[in-house]
């Protein structure tokens, strides 16, 4: 069986993450997608609306995931280890140099084929974006 391994924040899924996990979904026969922790987005001064458990809660619902899973806290990389997957595929924004990835993978004694997904339309659904343009994006009702 064929093992890919998408992740991201989540905040506020839209049309864009679901394409890319769509993606994700067609390069293999299982998706495990690992959802960033609260720490994480701090540590990396991003701000998010729903927490960790939300997020995981609202990936995990999707029919195309077959595993979602809290990450690493401290190293992406150990994601990964745990996961073991054949293919891993890149969000078109994630500042992920794909061959540094690949490179330190390798040092692991993980080979998985390292991908990137298009934009599903430039700009449009990022998140950060549709927060600046719709106010009421995350707005309890």
């Known amino acids: 069986m064929k093992r890919v391994f998408a992740a991201g924040t989540f905040d506020g899924l839209h049309p864009g993450h679901i394409k890319y996990l769509a993606f994700a979904k067609k390069q293999g026969d299982e998706i495990v997608v690992v959802v960033a922790r609260d720490s994480t987005l701090e540590r990396l001064g ?79 659904y990022k998140t950060g974006r549709l927060k600046a343009q719709k106010p009421h994006f995350h707005k309890e009702v």
């Open 46 to 124: 991003k701000k998010h609306y729903f927490n960790e458990r939300e997020r995981l809660s609202l990936v995990a619902a999707l029919s195309i995931v077959d595993k979602a899973l809290l990450g690493n806290e401290h190293d992406f990389l150990k994601s990964v280890e745990h996961v073991q997957p054949d293919v891993i595929v890149l969000g078109h924004d994630q500042k992920v140099n794909v061959r540094e990835l690949a490179k330190k993978l390798s040092e692991k004694g993980l080979t998985p084929r390292v991908m990137r997904c298009a934009p599903y339309t430039r700009g449009k």
